[in-house]
């Protein structure tokens, strides 16, 4: 079932809001679920040649839509440009992040489960599909849905009735730790992404992850702790 906004764009609801789990664990997709960070590199360097591997990680320091801005090789139909490219190419090449399969189903047996992305919501609706995993998550909320994940966040709270305080975001880059701080959410970073370890130290995020196995002790930890 689809739920729209009053902008017509649609938001993916899977799951009955009035018994759903008042806690809720706000995934990104790129590079923490879907292993896409390799394929995001290369379509960036096709875009904007002047990019090495640090200038593209700087990218997501902030909200990724306002960074490409700043790049000589902006253009206004730069982002539809890159997905239009992006989405056949995670269809045939892009995996699960190892063991994520099972981490979604025990999370989503404790929690209400949604993703927040800067990637196109059909292009993630088709992935979680193919392996079976859609059915998990109650919202995927996407870049068709706003640019900025503040405003994505504020979607969830007004949509749910919920807070912050009632949120976590998993994460691999510090521009996403920084929008949810624009909330007061807290984070939990996987280091399997874009950014290693040294720079999301300065999300001072809850927990920095080794591995997916170990999301379910963090997210429980978190919300034992609030």
């Not at 056949?88 to 190892?98: A, D, K, S, W």
């Not at 300065?202 to 591995?211: D, V």
Request: hydrophobic share 35%.
């Amino acid at each position: 079932m689809s739920r729209f906004l009053c902008t017509g764009i649609p938001i993916c609801y899977y799951g009955a809001m009035d018994t759903a789990p008042k806690r809720f664990v706000l995934f990104d997709f790129d590079g923490v679920i879907a292993d896409s960070s390799a394929l995001s590199y290369e379509l960036s360097r096709q875009f904007s040649p002047e990019l090495d591997r640090e200038s593209y990680r700087r990218l997501y320091e902030n909200n990724v839509f306002e960074s490409l801005k700043k790049l000589s090789s902006w253009r206004d139909t730069l982002p539809d440009e890159y997905q239009q490219k992006f989405d056949p190419r995670m269809r045939g090449e892009v995996q699960l992040v190892h063991g994520m399969d099972e981490v979604i189903k025990t999370l989503n047996d404790r929690y209400t489960l949604a993703i927040i992305s800067s990637t196109s919501t059909p292009g993630i609706m088709d992935f979680l599909g193919r392996h079976g995993l859609r059915q998990y998550f109650s919202d995927i909320l996407g870049r068709d849905s706003h640019h900025s994940k503040v405003e994505k966040m504020s979607m969830v709270f007004e949509k749910y009735g919920t807070t912050a305080d009632e949120c976590v975001y998993i994460t691999d880059t510090l521009g996403d730790m920084r929008e949810a701080q624009a909330h007061g959410m807290g984070t939990i970073a996987s280091s399997w992404g874009v950014h290693p370890r040294e720079t999301l130290e300065k999300g001072i995020p809850f927990r920095i992850l080794n591995a997916p196995a170990e999301l379910p002790d963090a997210v429980d930890d978190y919300f034992a702790k609030i």
